[in-house]
């Protein structure tokens, strides 16, 4: 299975890849880690006529971490490069953890954090991540005009994301980690670097009584994207932190997802899953809880 | 611009230049313009990490990756890991000693990956080496012999490491 012909462009720079791409018109394509998207060209499920490497963008390729802990990362940065960057770890411990489950480490030494966002697998690590910490997806088109784009809006459907084919995905911003909070990350996948039948990410922030100030849950392999079950979240908010509110938690994401069904698992199995790894990642993120002061 | 394309690369310490279509990928470039037939193609889409080199030291899927992509750069396969008087790497001997392969389809694979593996992490865990190679398959199902040679190869390159010093 090889991949069909094409043209090959290396883009210099962000400015040379979007002046690029719309002069190629929609059959062309950005190529970054080519992890995903040359096993589809190999199978035959895309056929660009040209495609515009922008791996060796350096401009595509930075992270910066601010005083206040705010992340940014260049959509072509590696996914291995996140994995063991420290500055991101000081900050966001459970960026690098969760990259550290997507596929086997030599797929993450090509794989780019753009890429996987991009490709939009409602299985995949980044999407959850993205849509779990808040994070906001800048993009540039040819004719100059940037948009911000919140997670929550940038993922629509398996394999589908809100944007168009001459817009390039610039960086990726992930708001500080409120002070204090816990994070758990639990992914059940048949073998090590499998994709996920279910992964969740979790986060709690609990006032000086034991209550849940914040509680996010976010959950990849349940739908079409990764969700963030707007019931599950709100019955967390203003509880005891404890086992029984996160079995309680638990049973409502598995009750508010549409799982599907394949050879890997049933609906019901899907939704069992989901509801235990809801309550080891809630209980994580309470093991990783500081209280402030 | 073209479909097809000038590479230049460094393979196993010796420069090669060809005109190659762009949709070939670095394992194919190996393997039929450099007559390197110990990097193998199971799957060619990722999956198995037969085709797995080193590419400017880590390692890759040369499935997965365009020969015009790994332009000016540097790649190591399997045939470029002994010694230049021809005696066995580390990993080569310990594989060996634990037979470690049955057919040896999968074995330049598992050997490059566990290059990069071992040179991270030279004291692995079996849990740790267990999950460190879990992205390359063995069609004869010899893992339990591949997995005490990365353990048994560690300790050799250990040892190496420590004689040089
Ligand atoms: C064996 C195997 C196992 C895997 N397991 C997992 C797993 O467990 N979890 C997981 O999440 N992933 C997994 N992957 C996929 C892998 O993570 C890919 O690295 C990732 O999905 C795509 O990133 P990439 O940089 O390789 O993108 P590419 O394949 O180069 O591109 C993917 C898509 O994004 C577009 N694109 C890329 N960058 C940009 C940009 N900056 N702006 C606009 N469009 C862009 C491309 O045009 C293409 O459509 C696996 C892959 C393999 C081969
Ligand atoms: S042939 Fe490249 S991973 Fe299988
Ligand atoms: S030894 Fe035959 S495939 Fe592994």
Redesign the pocket.
Known sequence: MKPPPFEYVRAESIDDALATISELGDDAKFLAGGQSLVPLMAVRLSWPTHLVDIAGVAELSRIAVTDSGVVTIGAATLQRTVERSAAIAAVCPVLPEAISHIGHFPIRNRGTVGGSLVHGDPASELPLCALALDAQLRTRRADGRERVVDARDFFVGPLMTDLEADELLLDVRIPAWPSGAGWGFQEFSRRSGDFAIIAVLTMLRLAPNGTVDEGRIAIAGAGPTPLRPPEAEAMLAGERAGETLFVRAGAQVAESIEPHSDIHGSVRFRRQLAASLTERALADAHRRVQLDG | MGDRVEVELVVNGVRRRATVEARKTLADFLRDDCRLTGTHL?CEHGVCG?CTVLLDGAAVRSCLVFAVQASEREVQTIEGIAAEDGSFHPLQEAMSECN????????PG?LMTALEFLRDNPDPSQAEIRAGMSGN??????YGS?LDGVHLAAAKLRDGARGQS
């Open positions: 199971g037969a470690a392969f049955q057919c040896g389809f999968c074995t598992f398959l063995c069609r004869c199902t010899g591949i």
